[in-house]
């Protein structure tokens, strides 16, 4: 049974980790001052991660489940480039917004490969925890929400994994029993076949006793901006520090690289147990308010 209440939380970890996260992108902010206890002063403003989330919570609500057509129009036409979305994403949502059907355009990105980017995984944690209990749907409706911008495997599988752990997380929550680390994480191994986001994850089961610095350096920081080096490393993350929203933002943003899309995505999975109360509240108040249009039925 759908659960709006878990995929809001989730999207609130969402925005809140990803808004936090860009801030250090900003000169003059570092991780001290963050381990110290402050937060970078002023509204954060969300990016693409959010904005993309945002989207397709509205299309959840309204549509009951994934419409491939209304979803890729809807990212079509929320698109603000200016919320920092790459260049080839924002290629592909022009093209559909000209009336190209999405199937080619997605198909036609980056030589025909497809994308291998982690714009997929990104945004899916709340469609996720949406399906606490139901990972199967989870995951095929993380699927069905990717293929409308990523036509390659990686990308496809990278949103499934994310998906996956969102829905483990949530279900955690309501039954009051948390998984070991381990335990999560075989959760959503079940539910990828072999590739490099498989085989990144495995390879994060194997360091759940590392140091953030340690699993950075061997599972990537999205630095490549891809899904193979971003979500192994944003589900060690959740695993390790599920019950501990602070905490795990902290990981993302002393990591380094792509660390508003880390941060989204590891924010989404652990708000998805925690709950809201999880997140500090300075911090939902100093995110900048999520779009009312993805509230509205």
Do not use: K
């Not at 925690?274 to 939902?284: D, K, M």
């Amino acid at each position: 049974m759908a659960d709006f209440a878990l995929c809001h939380d989730s999207l609130d970890g969402l925005s809140v980790g990803d808004a936090l996260g860009a801030q250090f992108f900003v000169p003059g902010t570092t991780f001290e001052d963050l381990f110290d206890g402050t937060a970078p002063a002023g509204s954060w403003p969300w990016t693409d991660d959010t904005e993309m989330a945002c989207t397709l919570v509205a299309q959840l609500r309204r549509a009951g489940g994934i419409d491939q057509d209304r979803l890729a129009r809807a990212f079509a036409e929320r698109c603000e480039p200016y919320r920092g979305y790459g260049a080839g994403a924002v290629v592909i949502l022009r093209r559909i917004r000209e009336g190209e059907p999405w199937r080619e355009v997605t198909r036609d990105a980056f030589g025909g490969q497809g994308s291998m980017g982690n714009g997929a995984a990104m945004r899916v944690a709340p469609l996720g925890a949406l399906h606490a209990g139901d990972s199967r749907t989870a995951a095929l409706e993380a699927m069905r929400s990717a293929e409308v911008t990523h036509a390659h495997a990686e990308a496809i599988l990278g949103a499934v994994a994310v998906a996956v752990a969102a829905a483990e997380a949530g279900w955690a929550r309501l039954v009051r029993n948390r998984p070991a680390p381990a335990e999560l994480l075989d959760a959503v191994l079940a539910y990828l076949v072999e590739g490099r986001v498989h085989d990144g994850i495995r390879r994060a089961r194997r360091l759940l006793r590392a140091s953030v610095a340690e699993a950075a350096y061997e599972l990537g920081n999205g630095s490549q901006v891809l899904a193979e080096d971003t979500v192994p490393f944003a589900l060690w993350v959740a695993a390790t520090r599920l019950d501990d929203y602070p905490a795990a933002i902290r990981a993302c943003i002393e990591a380094g690289g792509d660390v508003d899309t880390t941060a989204a995505m590891a924010g989404g999975i652990v708000a998805a147990h925690t709950g809201r109360s999880g997140i500090p509240p300075a911090w939902l108040e100093q995110r900048e308010p999520l779009a009312a249009w993805a509230f509205s039925d």
